[in-house]
């Protein structure tokens, strides 16, 4: 799940990282990530065997986003929360997640019902698809389309991330943001014994998104999102000049690197140790001037990427599967696929998420001036 919006310092937290205000290289890094993952969507349906798949770890970016989102909503909100109170925390987290949500879905069930290269199938009523897409747009879990690999969220896979997010975010509201940074380490700990387990007994760390791994979701954002917290809270911000660039080549070095036999243990290392550490140099770096601008704009499209670009990926696998394309054609349909992708995402934000939360955002302060 990738968390969304320009991270920048409360006026509450103005003593803490004060040459710090704006973390410019992580929300490059999250529009890289994002990037990443629509590749691998692409290449998974091509190279069934991960270790023919070049970008086979790309699904690591979702606990990058993860590391990510706890640092981002601890910087926010910790000495935010009690202030504004629960309910407006949840309301502002629903305005800025929730629109997409509802867009994905309505993109996935128009992808479901006019895909050039398979006809919906008898099964699938008016009342069925009703209640799958009723259940997408209100992020309930309910894996019962068998043509979409029983995903928890057919119409839309990428909500499976989401959908966690959503219970980190309550879990943060309720309790986290309230706990010392002592017991969260210790928490962490634990987290990271219950990641292994995982790691260890699946042999990786790609479950999370299906009926018969949903739990392994679970393990993945409750280590993730500590991890991310942990780095705020604990100030391990790390200065270096190693710039957007340098860090793109540090967070492509382990969304891209190979399959190796004992791999479940690599992507612990990577997800335990790797990332925390990536997320500590980006927030401890900055642009250059020529690039603040490709930061600025990579973190703005990468929500919008994550939730809209899978209506895409079920008519790619028909497509493929119907007419076998060489490597060639491939690349082209590939490289062009992710182009179209980057466009819809910014016309998605700027024609609809952007006017949607602003109008939400308006309404909200109406009602409470009233």
């Known amino acids: 799940m990738i968390t969304t919006g320009t991270i920048t310092a409360p006026p509450e937290r103005k003593n803490l990282l004060q040459t710090k205000q704006h973390f410019e290289i992580l929300d490059g890094l999250r529009g890289v990530a994002a990037i990443v993952v629509v590749a691998f969507h692409f290449l998974e349906i091509v190279y069934t065997d991960p270790k023919t798949n070049f970008a086979g770890h790309g699904f690591l970016a979702v606990d990058f986003f993860f590391c990510l989102s706890g640092f981002v909503i601890a910087y926010a909100y910790d000495n935010r929360i009690e202030k504004i109170g629960l309910g407006e925390f949840f309301i502002s987290r629903i305005i800025r997640l929730h ?62 991330s989401l959908f966690w997010e959503y219970v980190a975010n309550i879990v943060y509201g309720v309790i986290l943001w309230k706990l010392h940074r002592r017991v969260l380490l210790i928490l962490v700990i634990l987290a990271a014994g219950w990641l292994g387990y995982i790691a260890y007994t699946a042999q990786n760390l790609m479950g999370g998104w299906s009926s018969d791994n949903w739990w392994h979701g679970g393990a993945r954002i409750a280590f993730s999102f500590l991890a991310g917290m942990l780095v705020y809270r604990y100030n391990m911000i790390i200065k270096n000049k190693l710039g957007f660039s340098g860090l793109t080549v540090l967070l492509l070095l382990a969304l891209l690197i190979p399959v190796f036999r004992q791999n479940w243990l690599v992507e612990l290392v ?40 899978y209506a895409v990926m079920w008519a790619f696998a028909g497509y493929y599967t119907q007419y076998k394309p060489g490597t060639a054609q491939l690349t082209g349909i590939i490289c062009i696929g992710l182009l179209v992708l980057v466009g819809l995402a910014y016309i998605a934000m700027v024609a609809y998420d952007t006017p949607v939360r602003k109008y939400l955002t308006a309404k909200r302060k109406g009602n409470r001036a009233q």
């Not at 997409?100 to 398979?118: C, I, R």
């Not at 209640?131 to 894996?143: E, K």
Request: proline fraction near 9%; aromatic fraction near 16%; charge should be neutral.
């Open 270 to 309: 990577i997800v335990t140790l790797y990332f925390p550490f990536l997320l500590a140099l980006g927030a401890g770096a900055q642009p250059g001037k020529l690039v603040q601008g490709i930061c600025h704009f990579f973190g703005k499209i990468s929500y919008p990427l994550y939730m809209v670009h």
């Open 99 to 160: 629109p997409l949500v509802v867009l994905g879905s309505v993109l996935g069930l128009l992808a479901f019902l006019f895909d050039p290269f398979a006809s919906v199938p008898e099964s699938y009523n008016f009342g069925k698809l009703a209640l799958i897409f009723l259940a997408s747009i209100l992020m309930a879990p309910f894996p019962v389309m068998g043509e979409r690999a029983f995903n928890l969220f057919g119409l839309n896979a990428p909500c499976w």
